[in-house]
């Protein structure tokens, strides 16, 4: 079987690609009809590539991938994947047919750069009987966890009848769960309608979204003094360990005390770490606490200093300067 490679860049010989989880490829950042670096396809159905970038009918702006002709076998085959200390988890794509489109079609995957393709990742999929994308959802088998050459591949097998029918991929995403990794899954404010001056406990819910346990999880609460969403030594409040051992999907809650909360839009932020945590996209969590003022609180907004025409000296609208505010709805 002959094949196209599109290929990225070198080192000592090896093809390199960058990649992180979730893996997405939308098929948008090239111009058609070339495939992105690092994927190949098949040419058994014509010379320059069986399956192309078209911007023709995309799920998502602005280029899908397409292949014609049901009766020809072909395929398209992904980077290299590297699950290394990863638990392999899902793979979801959209995938849109014509009507004459009736062949067959396999995802399978290879844990051997793509040398052999033993590992069935669905069962053999049909013309689903609409002209519109369809999600197509699939569980990875865990023989592709932790191995550091994995590629997927998308073959029509050619047992259809319809030569000019078409097939288009797009938004693809590949996710994996690390070994190590905590996250802030939520966070919420006691008592939620704080007014200024007050003090609030923050309670943020932290979890083990790895595959092993964990324990010694730290957790830093941060006021965001300058508006930057970022937490800084300066801003920190508060610290916490969670000491217990958390399971896979096992959740603890960490808290702490603001105390004299001043008024207007504050961020807090949660962070959660763990030695060895292998996924820092899950570790922060902003959530913005709204702080009124407090019932019957006075605020002198005005002082007269130049009465009108008329008036005494030190009269004016003092009285209505002077705004007495009510409960406000505020959130956590």
């Not at 998502?60 to 638990?87: E, W």
């Not at 014509?98 to 590992?119: C, K, P, R």
């Not at 369809?134 to 030569?163: D, M």
């Amino acid at each position: 079987m002959r094949f196209l490679t599109i290929l990225c860049f070198f080192i000592a010989g090896q093809i390199c690609y960058s990649q992180q989880f979730p893996f997405i490829e939308n098929f948008d950042g090239v111009t058609p009809p070339l495939l992105p670096a690092g994927w190949s396809t098949t040419t058994d159905r014509t010379p320059a590539g069986d399956f192309i970038i078209t911007a023709s009918i995309p799920y998502s702006d602005s280029n899908a991938v397409v292949s014609t002709n049901a009766t020809i076998g072909q395929s398209l085959t992904s980077p290299r994947i590297d699950f290394s200390n990863r638990h392999a988890d899902s793979l979801i794509f959209y995938e849109r047919r014509s009507s004459s489109h009736n062949s067959g079609f396999i995802i399978e995957a290879s844990v051997d750069d793509g040398i052999s393709f033993t590992i069935r990742v669905s069962d053999t999929l049909y013309n689903p009987g609409t002209t519109s994308y369809i999600e197509r959802a699939f569980k990875l088998p865990g023989t592709i966890s932790n191995q550091a050459n994995v590629r997927f591949r998308w073959r029509v097998i050619g047992n259809g009848t319809g030569t000019t029918g078409t097939l288009r991929l797009d938004n693809i995403m590949i996710t994996a769960k690390a070994q190590i990794d905590v996250a802030v899954k939520s966070t919420r404010c006691i008592p939620p309608f704080p007014g200024a001056g007050d003090s609030v406990t923050v309670l943020s819910t932290i979890a083990n979204s790895g595959v092993v346990p964990v324990q010694n999880i730290r957790v830093d609460f941060f006021l965001d003094l300058n508006n930057d969403s970022l937490p800084e030594e300066n801003e920190l409040f508060s610290s916490s360990t969670i000491n217990q051992l958390l399971n896979p999907g096992d959740t603890a809650v960490a808290g702490a005390m603001l105390a004299n909360i001043p008024f207007g839009n504050n961020i807090i932020i949660v962070q959660a770490s763990a030695d060895g945590d292998e996924n820092s996209s899950n570790n922060i969590m902003r959530t913005i606490l709204s702080v009124g003022w407090n019932k019957n609180a006075v605020v002198i907004n005005e002082i007269m200093y130049a009465p009108n025409p008329g008036e005494p000296d030190g009269y004016g609208a003092l009285l209505s300067s002077i705004v007495r505010l009510e409960d406000r709805p505020v959130k956590c």
